[in-house]
């Protein structure tokens, strides 16, 4: 069954801590995408790749950091200089086309107490 | 910078009520167009996409939108709405010129009671 997963579903941290959250596809997807989701902000663009050992940052890339070591994974670390973590993040990737219609994960609740 | 406009931030109707959602966005260019729905606990979902042809371009669910180019709107409708069409609804945009980044508005919530 093809898709993309996200992992954990909640994830808490203490303040100061870094945290990475997993994304896989198995969509064979060349291009990936993480955003950030806060109610009444809709969805902004964190980081994304294009391809494998590539990636550029997006709108808020401050604060965080990825890698693209293989096509099916790209993780995203929240780093302690992120001064507000606390968000639901959502990755996505598409197909190599003229279309770029994205599709997304479950999604990623973070919360730093 | 380009962006896009979701001007009702919260709309709740009756069941059998219709349903009109604003999109506007700010590029002069060529643009591809979508509109993408959050259920309750679900993934992000492409509902419908406009990239050429006819401006009335219909989705799932039965819910449709029209591209008017001269308004740079993509306003989703649907005549008859169902408790089941609870959910978050977001307008994005993406410009041809640099097609890897979609440009998401704010989101519409929407509730319906039955």
């Known amino acids: 069954d093809g898709g993309i997963t996200q992992s954990p579903k909640y994830l808490f941290r203490k303040e100061g801590q870094n945290v990475t959250l997993s994304c896989e596809q198995n969509l064979n997807h060349d291009a990936m995408y993480w955003y950030r989701q806060d109610p009444g902000q809709g969805l902004r663009l964190i980081y994304y790749?294009?391809?494998?050992?590539?990636?550029q940052k997006g709108d808020i890339a401050e604060g965080y950091s990825v890698s693209r070591e293989k096509k099916e994974s790209f993780p995203l670390t929240v780093t302690s200089a992120q001064k507000n973590p606390t968000a639901f993040y959502l990755c996505?990737?598409?197909?190599?086309?003229?279309?770029?219609?994205?599709?997304f994960g479950p999604g990623t609740r973070l919360t730093v107490l | 910078a380009q962006s896009v406009s979701q001007h009702n931030h919260h709309v709740i109707l009756s069941e059998a009520a219709s349903l009109e959602l604003g999109c506007n966005y700010s590029y002069g260019g060529t643009v591809n167009l979508f509109w993408y729905v959050q259920y309750p606990g679900q993934h992000l979902q492409l509902l419908l996409k406009y990239f050429s042809g006819d401006p009335l371009v219909k989705g799932i669910k039965g819910f449709e939108a029209e591209f008017i180019k001269s308004k740079f709107s993509f306003n989703l409708r649907k005549p008859s709405v169902q408790w089941s069409d609870t959910a978050e609804y977001f307008c994005a945009v993406n410009l041809l010129y640099n097609t890897d980044k979609l440009i998401f508005g704010t989101g519409t919530r929407l509730q319906v009671f039955p």
């Open positions: 790749s294009q391809i494998v050992n590539d990636f």
């Open positions: 996505a990737s598409r197909i190599q086309s003229s279309y770029n219609e994205q599709f």
